[in-house]
């Protein structure tokens, strides 16, 4: 991999922090000023607190504020993940002993709280050149940058799989935020050149990840990112597993795609679940296309979809305008080709949420990653890989 040209600041010099501080000493006086303190940066007075107080992001660096002294060094930038981290645990481990209303409130104001000063962290190793100078300094960019996205990831998957009704808009400024964080780890990568024996596992760990998130991107917005990379690390494991997914959900093949997040790891899988609405969605229609009006069991679709029960699987019928009608034996059951297939629309909501919700994968412990495998009708499976073979 080719070493690139480290950035610089205007005047051609890379800066350099100079702050040891979470937050820098003038920002610290300006917000308390402003009665501009966050509850989670508040002593037992009501007061800022120094060992709590955390840089806050900004949009526009204003001129005359890029002195060294507001921008943080590598080890503060450290010592502020570590502590924000710690505040998210201490947040969700509160949340389980409150009710509801104030555990999801107080959660999600932790979470605000702490995207917004991991953005002001990427914005200070951004703004020394993520220390492409120093390959040591520059490596442990890369460890922040990872530890990042591994938070993002697995948040993103327990804050869907609690269906609290998450605000859209910061759920596409989360997403937004995941890519700029991907694109700067590759851009270190890319300075570090670590397509070598010694880091094209870990390099390929993180590709993969970002594939499994972008898996509905098309080809040709994944290129720029994997020309940062090398042949070796493309193929590693975990880039060959990501690119199987990758296959597997363009061509339809819902049976392999669903079969392979049997072998995913907890990270990966909660990639990949985020694209399980669509995926089942599109199962539905193939089934619909594929089967005649002759009854299937709830429990029966359940099982092609993966999902843990009956009433998921009516969740995902009933959004596709599909019919629910009872047998005689008093079971549940969906017939095909009767009525219009409606895909229902994933920016709405209340539609999303309830789809989320029925999804149930992001609750399970990262302990035990795995979906559990259920074998399918032949008949269906047989089926479901004609289409995907058709197309």
Known sequence: MRRRRTSTTRDGVVMRGACEAMCPDAEARERATRGDVHALERGARGAGEASKMVKRFARTVVAGTEDAARVRTLDACERTVDHLFGVLDDARRASANASASASANALASANAFCE????????????????????????????????????????????????????????????????????????????????????????????????????????????????????????????????????????????RFFAIVDEASYEHACCLERHFAVARIDALRSLNCALNSTPMKLDELARVLRLDSASDAETYVKACGLTVSVDE??????????????????????????????????????????????????????????LSLAR
């Open 116 to 255: 917004d000063r991991l953005r002001a962290v990427r914005q200070d190793l951004a703004m020394q050149g993520l220390f492409a100078d120093d390959p040591t300094a520059c490596g442990r960019c890369c460890a922040i940058l990872e530890r990042m996205i591994v938070r993002a990831v697995t948040s993103e998957a327990e804050r869907e799989a609690d269906a609290s009704g998450d605000d859209f808009g910061a759920a596409a400024l989360r997403e937004r935020q995941l890519g700029k964080t991907f694109g700067m780890l590759l851009s270190a990568y890319a300075e570090l050149g670590f397509d070598d024996d010694g880091h094209v596992e870990r390099v390929g760990k993180f590709v993969s990840l970002l594939l499994c998130v972008r898996l509905g991107h098309g080809t040709s917005e994944l290129a720029g990112d994997l020309r940062r990379v090398g042949e070796r690390t493309l193929a590693t494991k975990d880039a060959r597993f990501a690119m199987t997914c990758r296959a597997a959900f363009a061509t339809g093949n819902w049976r």
């Open 329 to 386: 034996s008093a079971e549940r059951t969906v017939r095909f080709r009767t009525s219009p297939f409606t895909p229902p629309n994933l920016s709405r909501p209340e539609i999303a949420a309830a789809l989320r919700a029925a999804n149930r994968f992001k609750s399970r412990s990262p302990a035990t990653p795995r979906i559990e495998r259920d074998v399918a009708s032949v008949d269906v499976d047989i089926h479901l890989a004609s």
